[in-house]
């Protein structure tokens, strides 16, 4: 069954395309197969070159219903039936193919109610398939000829059109053609049948047009058909019989058509003319009035002449193939079959004989060609056979040359045929390929007719004498006129020229002495001999010598053809075809005899008129000048370096003879042009600047200025107004203009002094050109194309500058004092300039510009029908570059318009604004123009540019119903890409674009089209051609993939192509890119998904073998890369976008599933495409493994320099940057893979093996690249790209540990693997930039952290075996790596400083041998590291520092501030590990007196924000929201305040007092420098103890965790200095800082009420979990926000309890205590040291002000006394009373209840880690996420994905709760630890109030403090017994006395921190048993 149209493989569509790919496709054994197979599978339709005519038996089919569709019985509807028999008479097809044909036409298989519209679609697709197959066919024939195809398709075809031939294919072919005739006939009466009934409305006349418009191409298209069958063809008499006989029948046809026209125009016209006056080239015009049908024979005439010619060609030179006998030979065997030689030179004589008798001068000859041809072959077959029998032979050939003669055959060939309309307008190969045959006629002609040539010109110089003789002597009214004498002759030199004037290399024969030495003396000695003789005879110039010239210039219009024309009149022996005769006999005398005469005052003496021949010699001399000069670099200086020439002054003394007339002055100008070379270089060659100089000297162009501004007054301006505008041709302006425009060429900067010429060609030209007389209307395009050429020119090389729009930039003088004129002083600006400026604003030039592009004229039509076709469409692509070219410059130009230096104002806009639709919609047209591909090009571009400013774009091509053509449009061009038969141009090498890759351009700039308007606001282009719907609905439209043609369904196809990628790899790139384009943006996301889903694009291209494919360094390798590049990037882009916006419980989440398989699991190929065998037994690498070994990362560069080899460093530069694209599309894949759906990989040991072969493959990539000694820019880039690839995989690696609850870690094998080799990368780096070796230092730091041991996982034997190992490894490159490390620490950029503190730190702290850390200390030592750090931080922190709490507007500054802070922050995290290393580390600092030079630099510290209302959630502009309500995408959450910034540059100072302090608290000296510090900072210090930053509301939420941590460290500080009071006494007041600390404990305390829940949350508790939100509520905060908040508030309690801690430690020890020692049976043993020697607190144990309010809920603590936050913030922190007991009292009660809810925590956390192997999945994960919120673990949540596997969860849930547990036993240790320090101060207190009111040591008395001496008196005593006894204080002693505290049981007994609660419990018995007794 037949089908049609694009979306069949079937059809002839699918057959041309892949017969067009033999043309660019390179052969493969497959490849042949394939070609083989098609060719003979539609081989029949080939030979019959029609359809399945209409038959009886399916047309029953269909009126029954018994058609199938795509295998499918229907039920055709009756509308539908009738179009099909419709269809089947109109076209002459099978009934059943018709029904296939609508259905393809209808793009749809549903039965609707088709109409008209349908009909004419599978009408026009049924003609457009037609042609499809012609075209097939056409494009085998041409192959036979074409030396550009490779030799196997090539045997391969002309076997197969052999056999074509052989089955008489021309024949069909004939028939055809005659059938098409009557069937045209047929078509034009039905026609006129309606038009004579005066129907003329019909809608059927419309239809038979459209048949006669598809016939003509079919006719046409099978008349090139057979000329390129023929063309090297061996066939046999009846063919050319049947050749010959179509020809008489066609010819017949257009004979009568002519006649009838020339019947009508004879009765129209008014003046009787002799019709024997009309000679053929001139009645030639009447085809010009023929209809359509009859116009188009005259090609198929000329085509099927040539087919003839060919045929009969007796060329003994030329191979030809016999398809009869499968041979080859190079001999006509025509010419031996005597019978066929009689029987066709009678039928060609007849005829010639019949048209010679009929007179008929309207015909054309084409009977005088063939006559010809068989003359030279009759001729040429005499010298192979007998004497006797040649005579004949030569008898034959004498007659047929007569008869051509007699006929016109040259002049028909020179006038009628070269210079017609269609020969004219023949596609640029047809042409050549006629020319060929023309040239080798008469090329033979002359060769083997020299005798009949001679014979002619003997007669012909005879004659001629025999005429002047006559004319002599007085017989002046001779018969025969003196130009039809030697007419042959000259008509033969002019066929010569005109045959060779598009295509002179075909001349070159003609100089070839050794081969064709025949043409060679033709040409060099006949022709000038003869000619010579003639001029001599009439002792004038012969109009013959004008002709020869004329061929001169013919034969140079190529280099090689110019060179040999100026050797051969340099040497030529004859006196007049010599350059001398031309230059100083026929110029010279010229300009002398008729150069201006002296003038008197009344009249002018003696001025003589050249007659007609002497101009046209002279015009024609100078013509050939040109060509030379032009064609000839050579050749041009020669003429100027001969001094007795002196050509530029000839011309130039030319231009003042007054006879000159304006032709021969237009030549005049234009030979001057042709000796300026057109050139790049910045400086004008001397023969410009000689000619620029005597065109102002003579004025050629007079002007003036006139009130600043030019004033055209004469010279060449009164020409054009004066004579050519009166006479209607322009000769002189256009030789002008061309002029100018050589003289732009000759330099690439603007000419000086060219704005007067500029204003000519704008206001006097080109204004006026619509409104000027013309004699041929034509002409207007040659003087409009002249025009604009300059402009264009002027334009394109304009580069807008800010100076342009300033002062003047250029001063010109006149060098000469001109008549009348003053030397003017001219300002100029460049002329690119004004024109910028005038297209970009409204004024006459423009608007003149635009009505030539928006007015009715039909181009298409125009260029045939009009003589100057060419200059109208170079008219036309001349607008097109102008405006592309201001669109491409517009914006630099009004950009320096606004420019702070402009002065010169200019009302402007840009362009595209101002394009009115209708020039839009044209220039929109002109995409579709089908005879020019530039054109093509030039407007698509022009559309590109207007789209990315212009709004409405769309909505103009719909309101103006232009949006379905333009979307054919651009499909046509993109689908045209299928047929094409050239190969893209690389892009790595400098080449004019040629006419040939127009086309693939073209579409280059579409798809750049489509992706600047993806991300248009409104609806763009790009919408609109691709078929998407952006409209706010929220159904989105889905494309029909199968249905719907639009640019993305176009693409899809074409990506399905595996020839394109090798013969279009930049449209295929630029496609993908598209695509990925596409995906990315939001609107277009899920239609463009969509529409790959249903094509299964992604799967495919993953799966496709050619994607793993290696590629190496080619022309194609930068492309393929990139094109796998995109791929990646979309697949990532499916991957995240999938993942993101499915449900979390769909598993397969849209088809991620499989693409994850695809690309990680391993099983790239379906079993069907797979083949087991013995070598590939094992499992296959994941593809993402397989597609990183073909990204060859180490490309070297070329090694000669980028001057000496541009093109292969051009290559290496897209390469490399394609390699880049490639690996980052790869990267972001695996990146993305990772972090969205690397869970869908549900086997553990997998996922492990792909992190591992990631890692190790990456390695060996960057091993490969570092090992480089000078790497390039590029490899840098490379490199860090990989490095940060390495860093997101071991980051995966450590988040799988994390996730997986300790349980996923690699080998250790693997694991010492990976570390060895991520060292030695890291040492390799050492030429890598610092970012590459800062993302390895990351790596190692994630590594290490990877493989640390921890608290959770100590009891893991692998990983204390692994980090045993890695320690090792360590070892070996420790030093090397700590040299390369610190050096970076010291002197790398911004980020990586802190990058390298970090990793040094994390070294240090991973290691636990004592003796690597004395190693490296040693080392850091005695290679002054450590000093350079210290010297480094403290610079920093006394200059730069101090500028982070500056607020700064600029944000490069705020910038800058925060990397020093980030370095400062990473610096002393790196110190802080070395002293809370062990003591040693401590000692080398203090050694260094840190803390001593830190309290000298750190004056940051003094710098606290002077705020006293700081809180979150409100202030000032240094304060940003914080607060419940913060959204996590506002920018301002990444900008820290004032307060925070204080904070992070404090905090780490004090961490590093405090921790030198701790590892050496019992140094004196540490203590002294510890003080020193204080004391430089004590105002600081003092604001810190005051909480000065902290207003207390109702929530711990207000309260920045920030300074409670300065507040800790502070309090730290004293606590550790406790035991040195002497110390401190002597440079600080205890008093004041004792103060401070207990009113800040007072604080504290009353602070952490805020903490203490109303009700008690246990978020791990099953029972309290729901599946949306958990029910309980914080203080202060929302239900939905507890989870985020709970982290937040727990770490500030936990603060809050290390302050108290250490407050009350500090009072401890004060207090002087002896220590309790734990007795060996464990029973506790104290002596408590009763006396209390510094009493801190008042001996009150009762606040009656107070309010105390509590619930009822709680034990046996009935009343917790909670400060009000009035009261506590009106107690002044500053004042000089001591807290009372009562405030002791208060925290040992806050304490109790936080100890009670941690041991609740304990008790839940230990009963679900009892009850996870009974929890169900939903439980599980809702578990997860509540304690990793709580937990301030966010890192894990972040990481953590929906667990479908119930093991993993668990094992998950395990670590989390276990972890939780090790937490809250920490808490459990400090509460604890609190209360045992309170009751001790409280003891020590109590028993100090208690005591006599007497003290025995008078000594001491004297040592205690005022308030100390002040003892208790009996009263006091009383009351203080009655408090401690009955008030809170008993109450909460009683309570701790009942708390029970278990150990745990469902963790191991390592990792469990012991509790111990003895002294507790003793020391609470102990108090409450003293106070008892003391009453």
Not at 180 to 189: A, G, P, T, V
Not at 913 to 926: E, P
Not at 1310 to 1328: A, D, G, K, M, V
């Amino acid at each position: 069954m037949i089908t049609f149209g694009p979306d069949n493989e079937d059809s002839y569509f699918h057959l041309n395309k892949k017969v067009a790919t033999i043309f660019i496709e390179e052969p493969t054994s497959n490849s042949l197969t394939k070609l083989q197979q098609l060719l003979n599978k539609f081989k029949p339709d080939f030979l019959r070159l029609t359809f399945l005519p209409p038959n009886n038996e399916d047309k029953q089919k269909v009126e029954t219903n018994q058609v199938k569709v795509k295998g499918i019985a229907v039920q055709l509807p009756q509308n539908v039936k009738d179009i099909v028999f419709q269809l089947s008479q109109v076209l002459n097809l099978n009934e059943i193919a018709c029904v296939n044909l609508i259905l393809s036409a209808a793009k749809s298989n549903q039965l609707i109610r088709f109409g008209i519209k349908e009909y004419r679609l599978a009408i026009k697709l049924f003609y457009d398939d037609y042609l499809n197959l012609l075209t097939s066919l056409l494009s085998l024939m041409q192959v036979r000829e074409n030396e550009e195809i490779n030799q196997q398709f090539k045997d391969l075809v002309i076997n197969f059109t052999n056999e074509l031939l052989k089955e008489n294919i021309i024949t069909n072919m004939c028939d055809l053609i005659l059938k098409l005739n009557k069937n045209i006939s047929q078509y034009k009466d039905q026609i006129n049948n309606f038009i004579n009934q005066g129907n003329n409305e019909s809608p059927r006349i419309p239809e038979y047009e459209d048949q006669i418009s598809f016939t003509i191409l079919i006719r046409r298209k099978i008349a090139e058909i057979l000329f390129f069958a023929s063309f090297n063809l061996q066939t046999n008499p009846d063919t050319i019989n049947k050749i010959y006989d179509t020809i008489l029948q066609c010819n017949n046809l257009f004979n009568n058509a002519l006649e009838e026209a020339d019947t009508i125009q004879w009765t129209t016209t008014e003046t009787n003319i002799n019709n024997e006056e009309f000679i053929p080239h001139n009645t030639l015009s009447l085809i010009d009035k023929l209809d359509r049908g009859s116009k188009s024979i005259y090609s198929v005439l000329y085509l099927l002449t040539a087919t003839i010619l060919c045929l009969l060609d007796p060329s003994t030179d030329k191979e030809r193939i016999d398809p009869y006998n499968n041979s080859r030979t190079k001999t006509n065997t025509l010419y031996r079959k005597q019978q066929f030689l009689e029987s066709f030179d009678n039928k060609l004589g007849e005829l010639l004989d019949t048209v010679e008798q009929q007179g008929s001068t309207i015909r054309p000859q084409f009977e005088s060609i063939i006559s010809l041809m068989w003359s030279i072959g009759l001729e040429t077959h005499t010298r192979e056979i007998e004497e006797r029998a040649a005579e004949w032979f030569k008898t034959r050939s004498e007659l047929a040359f007569e008869r051509s003669l007699r006929v016109d055959v040259f002049e028909f060939m020179a006038k009628g045929l070269l210079n017609s309309k269609m020969f004219r307008n023949e596609d640029e190969q047809t042409k050549e390929f006629l020319v060929f045959v023309f040239s080798e006629l008469l090329c033979n002609m002359i060769t083997t007719l020299k005798d009949l040539i001679d014979r002619l010109l003997a007669m012909q110089s005879e004659r001629l004498r025999e005429y002047i003789n006559l004319r002599e002597d007085g017989h002046v009214n001779l018969e025969e006129d003196e130009e039809e004498i030697s007419k042959y002759f000259n008509h033969l030199l002019l066929l010569t020229a005109e045959l060779y004037r598009e295509f002179p290399f075909y001349s070159h024969n003609f100089w070839d002495r050794e081969d064709h030495y025949p043409l060679y003396e033709f040409i060099t000695k006949t022709c000038c001999e003869h000619i010579a003789t003639l001029c001599k005879i009439q002792n004038e110039i012969d109009i013959g010598f004008i002709y020869y010239i004329g061929v001169l210039c013919s034969f140079s219009g190529d280099n090689e053809g110019a060179t040999f024309v100026y050797y051969m009149l340099r040497d030529s022996p004859h006196q007049m075809f010599c350059w001398d005769y031309l230059f100083l006999d026929l110029l010279a005398q010229f300009q002398q005899r008729y150069q201006q005469q002296p003038q008197s005052q009344q009249y002018v003496v003696n001025i003589d008129v050249p007659d007609e021949k002497t101009l046209d010699a002279v015009y024609v001399v100078l013509r050939l000048i040109e060509n030379v000069s032009s064609q000839s670099e050579e050749c041009r200086k020669l003429f100027l370096e001969n001094p007795q020439w002196d050509i530029l002054t000839t011309l130039f003394g030319m231009m003042f003879v007054p006879s000159v007339t304006p032709i021969l002055m237009g030549q005049v100008f234009t030979t001057l042009s042709s000796f300026v070379r057109r050139t790049d270089n910045p400086e004008p060659s001397k023969e410009a600047i000689q000619i620029l100089t005597q065109l102002d000297r003579t004025q050629i162009l007079k002007y003036e200025m006139v009130n600043d501004d030019y004033k055209i007054s004469g010279g060449i301006k009164y020409q054009l107004e004066q004579k050519e505008t009166q006479e209607g041709e322009y000769y002189e302006t256009r030789g002008f203009l061309e002029l100018l425009d050589a003289l732009i060429g000759c330099t690439s900067k603007p000419v000086s002094g060219f704005l007067p010429y500029l204003k000519f060609i704008q206001v006097d030209v080109f204004n006026n050109i619509n409104k000027r007389y013309y004699k041929d209307p034509s002409e207007k395009w040659l003087v409009a194309k002249a025009c604009l050429q300059i402009i264009f020119r002027l334009l394109n090389r304009y580069t807008p500058n800010p100076t342009d729009f300033t002062a003047p930039i250029t001063r010109m003088e006149d060098e000469d004092n001109r008549k009348n004129t003053p030397v003017s002083n001219v300002m100029e600006k460049p002329p690119g300039f004004q024109l910028m400026s005038d297209m970009l604003r409204e004024n006459l030039f423009r608007q003149e510009l635009f009505r030539i592009i928006d007015s009715d004229v039909r181009l298409e039509v125009e260029r045939v029908n009009n003589p100057e076709g060419d200059a109208l469409e170079k008219t036309y692509l001349l607008i097109l570059e102008i405006i592309e070219t201001v669109l491409q410059k517009e914006e630099s130009f009004l950009n320096c318009s606004i420019s702070k230096t402009a002065t010169i104002p200019l009302v402007i806009k840009p362009l595209e604004t101002q394009l009115g639709n209708s020039i839009i919609i044209k220039i929109a047209r002109l995409m579709e123009y089908p005879h020019n591909t530039e054109m093509r090009y030039r407007a698509t571009n022009i559309l590109s540019l207007i789209s990315k400013n212009r709004d409405k774009l769309v909505s103009l091509f719909k309101e103006k119903h232009e949006d379905k053509r333009l979307i054919n449009i651009i499909v046509r061009n993109l689908r045209s890409i299928e047929t094409e038969h050239v190969k893209e141009q690389n892009d790595f090498e400098e080449k004019v674009l040629d006419e040939d890759q127009m086309d693939n351009e073209t579409r280059l700039i579409i798809l750049e089209m489509l992706k600047n308007n993806v991300d248009a606001p409104e609806e763009g282009l790009t919408h609109l051609l691709c078929g998407f719907d952006i409209s706010d609905n929220n159904e989105t439209k889905e494309i029909d993939l199968f249905g719907e043609r639009n640019c993305l369904t176009t693409i899809l196809h074409l990506l399905k192509s595996k020839r394109l990628p090798k013969t279009h790899p930049r449209f295929i790139e630029s496609c993908y890119e598209l695509l990925y384009k596409l995906c990315a943006n939001r609107r277009m996301t899920q239609q463009t998904f969509a529409c790959l889903e249903k094509a299964n694009f992604l799967i495919e291209k993953l799966k496709d073998s050619s994607f793993v494919t290696n590629i190496g360094v080619t022309p194609l390798a930068h492309h393929m890369l990139n094109q796998r590049a995109f791929v990646m990037k979309i697949v990532a882009l499916k991957l995240y976008s999938n993942t993101r916006t499915t449900k979390k419980g769909d598993s397969n989440r849209g088809g991620v599933q499989e693409l994850v398989s695809i690309l990680f699991g391993g099983d790239l190929f379906s079993e069907d495409n797979f083949t087991p065998s013995f070598g590939n037994l094992e499992q296959r690498r994941a593809l993402m493994l397989e597609v990183l070994d073909i990204i060859d990362l180490t490309i070297s560069p070329p090694t000669k320099s980028p001057e000496e080899a541009n093109k292969e460093w051009n290559l290496f530069l897209k390469i490399s940057k394609s390699i880049h694209n490639a690996f980052s599309g790869w990267k972001q894949l695996v990146e993305i893979t990772l972090s969205q759906c690397f869970s869908m990989i549900t086997e553990d040991d997998t996922r492990k093996r792909i992190l591992h072969d990631l890692i190790n493959s990456l390695l060996f990539k960057l091993s490969q690249m570092t090992r480089r000694q000078t790497p390039s820019k590029q490899q840098h880039q490379l490199e860090l790209l990989v490095a940060q690839t390495i860093l997101r995989v071991i980051s995966k690696l450590r988040e799988e540990l994390i996730m997986s609850g300790d349980t996923i870690i690699l080998p250790t094998e693997q694991c010492i693997n990976i570390f060895r080799n991520l060292l030695e990368c890291t040492l390799q780096s050492t030429q890598s930039e610092q970012s590459t070796r800062g993302n390895l230092y990351a790596s190692i730091v994630n590594y290490l952290q990877y493989t640390r041991c921890t608290e959770m996982n100590e009891h893991n034997v692998q990983l204390q075996e692994l980090q045993k190992h890695n320690e090792y490894v360590l070892e070996k490159y420790d030093i090397n790596l700590l040299r390369l490390v610190s050096a970076d620490a010291m002197d790398a950029k911004n980020v990586w400083k802190a990058v390298s503190f970090s990793l040094l730190e994390t070294v240090f702290l991973y290691s636990s041998s004592i003796h690597q850390h004395s190693r490296w200390l040693n080392l850091y030592e005695k290679e002054n590291y450590l000093q350079q750090f210290l010297d480094t931080i403290l610079m920093e922190s006394k200059q730069t520092l101090p500028k982070v709490l500056v607020s700064s507007s600029s944000s490069d500054q705020d910038t800058t501030s925060l990397n020093h802070l980030f370095i400062y922050e990473n610096a002393m995290s790196f110190l802080l590990r070395i002293a809370d290393m062990d003591e040693m580390g401590s000692e080398r600092l203090f050694q260094y007196n840190l803390i001593y030079k830190m309290a000298t630099h750190f004056n940051f510290i003094d710098m606290r924000p002077s705020m006293i209302s700081y809180q979150f959630g409100g202030g000032n502009g240094n304060q940003r929201n914080n607060g419940v309500a913060m959204e996590d995408e506002d920018d301002d959450d990444w900008q820290f305040t004032l307060v925070e910034k204080y904070n992070q540059l404090a905090i780490p100072a004090f961490k590093l007092v405090v921790a030198i302090q701790s590892k050496l608290r019992n140094n004196k000296k540490v203590a002294e420098h510890v003080v020193s510090f204080i004391e430089s900072h004590k105002k600081a210090i003092s604001d810190i103890l005051k909480l000065s930053n902290i207003v207390i509301k109702s929530s711990l939420l207000s309260i920045d965790i920030g300074s409670l941590e300065l507040l800790r460290l502070v309090s730290s500080m004293f606590y550790l200095l406790s035991p040195h009071l002497d110390v401190v006494s002597k440079k600080l007041s205890i008093t004041k800082y004792e103060n401070l600390l207990l009113n800040t404990l007072t604080k504290v305390s009353s602070i952490q009420q805020l903490g203490i829940r109303t009700q008690v949350i246990n978020t791990l508790d099953v029972s309290t979990l729901s599946a949306n939100t958990t029910t309980a509520t914080l203080e202060g905060g929302k239900p939905n926000e507890e989870l985020q908040l709970e982290s937040e508030l727990e770490q500030k309690r936990l603060c809050i309890d290390e302050i108290c801690k250490n407050i009350i430690g500090y009072c401890r020890v004060v207090t002087q205590y002896s220590e309790l020692i734990n007795g060996g049976d464990g029973i506790i043993s104290a002596s408590l040291d009763t006396s209390c020697k510094r009493v801190l607190f008042t001996h009150s144990l009762s606040n009656k002000n107070i309010i105390t309010t509590g619930s009822g809920s709680e034990s046996n603590i009935n009343h917790t006394p909670f400060i009000t936050n009035n009261q506590l913030n009106k107690s002044s922190i500053e004042s000089e009373q001591r807290p009372s007991l009562f405030s002791l009292c208060t925290l040992l009660n806050i304490e109790l209840i936080r100890l009670k809810d941690v041991l609740e925590q304990r008790y839940h956390c230990e009963t679900n880690l009892q009850q996870l192997g009974q929890l169900k999945i939903e439980k599980l994960n809702e578990m997860v996420r509540s304690a990793n919120a709580i937990m301030g673990e966010e890192h894990i949540m972040s990481f953590f994905e929906h667990q479908d596997n119930p093991k993993e969860t668990k094992a998950l849930c395990y670590t989390i709760l276990a972890r939780k547990l090790l937490k809250l036993n920490h808490r459990l240790n400090t509460h604890i630890n609190i209360m045992e320090n309170i009751l001790v101060v409280l003891w020590r207190h109590l028993n100090y109030f208690l005591q006599t009111t007497i003290l025995e040591n008078d000594e001491l008395n004297d040592n205690l403090l005022p308030h100390q001496q002040q003892l208790l008196s009996n009263e006091q005593k009383k009351v203080l017994l009655q408090e401690a006894s009955t008030g809170l204080l008993n109450k909460l002693l009683d309570e701790i006395s009942h708390v029970k505290i278990t150990p745990l049981t469902v963790i191991d007994k390592k990792t469990n921190t012991a509790i111990n609660d003895s002294f507790l419990q003793f020391i609470a018995q102990h108090l409450k048993d003293q106070i008892f007794q003391s009453l």
